[in-house]
């Protein structure tokens, strides 16, 4: 059978070969398109060897990537640091492949140098891998693992982060009393104090004040501040909450530059006696890190956590059969949360879920 092609299709063929190629529809076959009304026109012959090349070229075996994964294998995001390390130890090229930052060849490096020289230790030694730079082992070590496609905001190494290489020592984590989380919204800000039994001491919401995003007046944001400390209760933690910054939202930067610039102030008064001391008071939680914990994400979203709280409220005096209680409210907190608004429940919910997710975590170890 002679196949009968415009004169036109020649380019055409080429970028959707092309096209087909660099998706990885490998073995695909042209077709007769339906243009018989130009067949006495264009006879086929010229164009039927170079058909017949590109038919060749594309039924070729795929590249290396190209393969099957085991259908048993699920692609997963991987934030925590042994499960990152556990995933270089354990999967194959084509699993590796699934991740961003990992290419065919880097992947087939990882693998082979894994069975040549032995499984990882620690993540700092898949710099013996030839094409594993510093950078690259960067990225594995404050975001993790993560299947291509996915954008999140990069999670910190130790998911509660301060500036540079500090962290909470675990003599600390072992001795405070009381712990003060903190949420930052664009009126009002949320506290919520709880001590080590996770009986809540304090919870309540109070106004920045005459600050706001698009003002930018260094005295009016730290008198802000200043006053806000002034009215907190005294706590042994402090723990705030890193949020991300959506890059398609550009409309919604000067509020990211509002709430960051809030969290970066309260973080350098709340750690002032660092540079005596050694000591860290304050750190934070990101955003997604809480989420996670309460099942909340959608994809690189978080859901409100306001039904989370009110449920614990709800259940507060009745806990289900061996479950352990997550907070111990007090018996005005019902009437606090309830008499407020959508968005300053959102402040209040937000101060208790970091509470909880900390305790669980950082203290309890019950993640």
């Known amino acids: 059978m002679h196949l009968s092609i415009p004169l036109k299709m020649s380019s055409f063929t080429r970028l959707l070969t092309t096209r087909c190629a660099f998706h990885g529809y490998w073995g695909l076959r042209l077709t007769q398109p339906h243009l018989e009304t130009h067949n006495q026109h264009f006879p086929v012959s010229r164009f039927s060897s170079e058909a017949d090349s590109i038919r060749n070229d594309i039924s070729e075996e795929p590249p290396d990537h190209a393969f099957h994964t085991s259908p048993e294998w699920k692609v997963d995001i991987l934030q925590k640091e042994e499960d990152v390390l556990n995933a270089f130890n354990t999967l194959n ?3 590796l492949y699934k991740y961003r930052h990992l290419s065919s060849r880097l992947s087939k490096a990882i693998t082979d140098d894994r ?38 905001e990069p999670l910190t190494r130790h998911s509660y982060a301060v500036s540079g290489a500090e962290q ?15 949420d930052i919204g664009l009126r009002q800000v949320a506290w919520l104090c709880m001590d080590r039994g996770r009986n809540v001491r304090d919870w309540r919401l109070v106004d920045l004040g005459d600050i706001y995003p698009g003002k930018y007046d260094p005295v009016a944001y730290l008198k802000a501040l200043q006053r806000i400390l ?77 039904d989370v709280v009110q449920k614990l409220l709800e259940t507060a005096d009745n806990p289900l059969e061996d479950e352990k209680v997550l907070v111990r409210f007090r018996p005005e907190d019902y009437k606090i949360f309830n008499s407020c608004n959508n968005f300053q429940r959102e402040l209040l919910s937000n101060a208790v879920l970091k509470a909880v997710t900390f305790f669980d975590a950082f203290v309890d170890n019950r993640e």
């Open 230 to 306: 002034d009215e907190m209760p005294q706590a042994d933690l402090h723990i705030l909450e890193h949020r991300p910054y959506d890059r398609t939202n550009k409309s919604a930067y000067h509020i990211t530059l509002f709430l960051r610039t809030l969290e970066s102030l309260l973080f350098g008064l709340l750690n002032s006696g660092y540079g005596d001391t050694g000591e860290i008071q304050c750190v934070s939680l990101s955003q997604q890190r809480v989420g996670k914990h309460f099942g909340l994400l959608v994809g690189t979203r978080r859901r409100s956590g306001k």
């Open 93 to 95: 090229q084509a699993q």
């Open 115 to 152: 069975e040549s020289a032995g499984p990882y230790g620690d993540l700092s030694d898949l710099l013996r891998v030839r094409g594993m730079g510093q950078r690259t082992l960067d990225r594995f070590l404050s975001e993790g693992l993560r299947p291509r496609g996915i954008r999140i």
């Open 168 to 182: 909470i020592s675990q003599e600390k984590l072992e001795a405070f009393e009381t712990v003060l989380t903190i």
